[in-house]
C-alpha cells in the first residue's frame, strides 16, 4: 500500500476524576500517536476507545455505563478499554458490562499497547503492583503548560479517601528521569511545567531525595522557565521547601493545599494530619515567602455529622482567609473506606445547600482578589486567542486577557492589569 494513502488507527479517550488522571491520558494519548495513531474527540468514530476512570466522582458506575454505551455507539467495532482508578476497584462490576475489551488497573493502563496486540475476547490486567510506571508528562492544555507525573498512590489514611485502596502505597520516580522528562518538555516548547501526583509533598524517592531536592534539580535546568506545584499536604509544606521554591525565580505565585475542612472535630474524624491552627500558620508561612500568591484548597462539605455550627467554622474560615480558588465536593460516601462506616451520614439536600454556600463565597473572593490585581503587574504566559483577544494565567493563576495583532501563543509578557470583564482580567503588555 502507498504510504501516503495509509490510513492512520484511530484512538479516542475520555478521562474523568482529577489532574492526575488527565495528566496519565495525555501521556497514554502520546503513546498512541508515537505508534501511528491519530488522536480523536470523544464520540468520533475510533478503533480505540481509552475510558481512564476514577473512583472519587459520584456515581462512578453510571458514568463508567454509559460512557461505555457512548463508546459502543460511535465505535461499535473499536476495541473499548476501561482503565484508571474504577477498574482497578470495581473490574467484576466492569465484567459485567456489554461491550468492554479490556479492563486495566491504575499500573497496567500504560502496558494498554501490549495487550491491544492480544486476539483475546475480553482482559482484566489488575495488580496492586509498587511498580510505578510512566514518568508521564502530557502535551495536554494548550501546548503551554505539561504536567509532569512525579509520584502516585499514598500512603495516609483519610477516613474518605479510596485513592490508597485504588493507588497502592506512595511511589515515586527517580531525580534523574524527572530531569530528562523536564528537559524533555521545555526541548519541545513547553514554557510551564506542574509536578504532578496524588500526594507529592511526600515525594522521595528510592535513594532517599525529598521533593525539595527534586525542586531544586528540575529549576536548576536552564530551559525551565516557570514551574506549579500540584496539591501539596499542607503538613508537607515546608520551610526549605518554600526556600527553593522562592530562590529559583520560577515558581509561579500560586499554592493548592487542601483543607477539607476548618473544624478541628470533623479534621480529627478525616484522619488529616493538620489541624485549623496548623493550616493557619503554613498559609502564614507561605505568604512571608510569596506574598502575592494566590491560595487554592480542596473542601469537603457534609462529612458524615458535620453540624451547621461546623461548616460554618469552614465558612467562617474561607470568608477571612486568604483562599481563593475554592474546589468544593459535596461528601460522597466511598465504599471500603472508614468514613462509609459512620452512622450520621447528611442529607444530600443539606449537602447542596452548603456546596451552593461555598461557591458562592469562593465566586465572590475570587473577584476581590482579581480585581485586587488591577493596577498591578503579573507575567503571563497566553496560550490561545479567544474572540478576538489572548488568554492565559498569570503567575498567581488568573485568567488575564489582551489585544493584540501579535501571535502570542506560548509566549510570557508581562502585563498590567486595567479591569475585570465577565471573570477574567483584561490587561496591557508591558512594553519596554
Ligand atoms: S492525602 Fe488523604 S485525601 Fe489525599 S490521597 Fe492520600 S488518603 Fe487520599
Known amino acids: 500500500m502507498d504510504k ?57 458506575d453510571s458514568s463508567c455505563r454509559n460512557l461505555i454505551r457512548k463508546a459502543q455507539n460511535s465505535s461499535p467495532e473499536g476495541k473499548i478499554v476501561v482503565a484508571g482508578c474504577y477498574a482497578q476497584m470495581e473490574a467484576d462490576k466492569i465484567k459485567q458490562m456489554q461491550g468492554v475489551d479490556l479492563i486495566l488497573g491504575t499500573s497496567e493502563k500504560y502496558k ?65 528521569e524527572a530531569k530528562s522528562e523536564a528537559v524533555k518538555l521545555a526541548k519541545s516548547g513547553f514554557k510551564e511545567i506542574v509536578l504532578t501526583g496524588v500526594n507529592i509533598g511526600e515525594y522521595e524517592s528510592t535513594s532517599g531525595e525529598k521533593l525539595v531536592d527534586l525542586v531544586q534539580a528540575v529549576t536548576d535546568i536552564p530551559e525551565v522557565h516557570r514551574l506549579r506545584l500540584g496539591s501539596v499536604e499542607p503538613n508537607t509544606m515546608t520551610k526549605e521547601l518554600l526556600e527553593v521554591l522562592k530562590n529559583s525565580g520560577k515558581y509561579q505565585d500560586h499554592f493548592h493545599i487542601p483543607l477539607q475542612s476548618a473544624s478541628n472535630e470533623i479534621l480529627t474524624s478525616m484522619r488529616r494530619k493538620y489541624r485549623i491552627e496548623d493550616y493557619r500558620s503554613i498559609l502564614e508561612m507561605v505568604k512571608s515567602y510569596f506574598p502575592q500568591a494566590a491560595f487554592g484548597a480542596d473542601v469537603i462539605v457534609g462529612y458524615p455529622g458535620e453540624t451547621e455550627e461546623q461548616f460554618l467554622e469552614t465558612f467562617n474560615f474561607l470568608r ?22 459512620l452512622t450520621d451520614q447528611i442529607q444530600s439536600a443539606v449537602k447542596k445547600d452548603r456546596v451552593r454556600t461555598l ?7 475570587l473577584d476581590e482578589f482579581s480585581k485586587n490585581m488591577i493596577g498591578k503587574n503579573s507575567q503571563v504566559l497566553f496560550e490561545q486567542q479567544v474572540d478576538g483577544y489572548w488568554e492565559g494565567y498569570s503567575s498567581n493563576y488568573l485568567r488575564v486577557k489582551v489585544k493584540s495583532d501579535f501571535n502570542l501563543k506560548n509566549e510570557i509578557y508581562p502585563v498590567l492589569m486595567k479591569d475585570l470583564v465577565g471573570g477574567k482580567l483584561l490587561g496591557e503588555i508591558i512594553v519596554d
Do not use: W
Not at 514518568?135 to 504536567?147: G, K, M
Not at 481563593?324 to 468514613?339: D, L, M, N, V, W
Not at 461557591?359 to 473572593?365: H, I, N, R, T, W
Open 359 to 365: 461557591m458562592l463565597l469562593g465566586e465572590a473572593k
Open 320 to 341: 477571612n482567609g486568604p483562599i481563593t480558588h475554592f474546589h468544593i465536593f459535596p461528601y460522597s460516601k466511598r465504599k471500603g473506606t472508614t468514613a462509609a462506616k
Open 4 to 60: 501516503s494513502i495509509e490510513i492512520k488507527k484511530k484512538v479516542a479517550f475520555h478521562t474523568l476524576g482529577c489532574r492526575l488522571n488527565f495528566s496519565e491520558s495525555g501521556s497514554i494519548a502520546q503513546g498512541f500517536v508515537e505508534r501511528g495513531y491519530e488522536v480523536v474527540d470523544f464520540g468520533e468514530k475510533a478503533d480505540v476507545v481509552f475510558l481512564n476512570t476514577c473512583t472519587v466522582t459520584d456515581g462512578a
Open 112 to 176: 494498554v499497547f501490549d495487550y491491544l496486540e492480544s486476539e483475546s475476547e475480553l482482559q482484566v490486567k489488575i495488580d496492586k503492583s509498587a511498580d510505578f510506571f510512566g514518568a508521564a508528562t502530557t502535551t495536554a492544555d494548550s501546548h503551554t503548560r505539561a504536567f509532569l507525573k512525579i509520584q502516585d498512590g499514598c500512603n495516609y489514611v483519610c477516613s474518605f479517601c479510596i485513592i490508597p485502596f485504588a493507588r497502592g502505597r506512595s511511589k515515586a520516580i527517580s531525580i534523574d
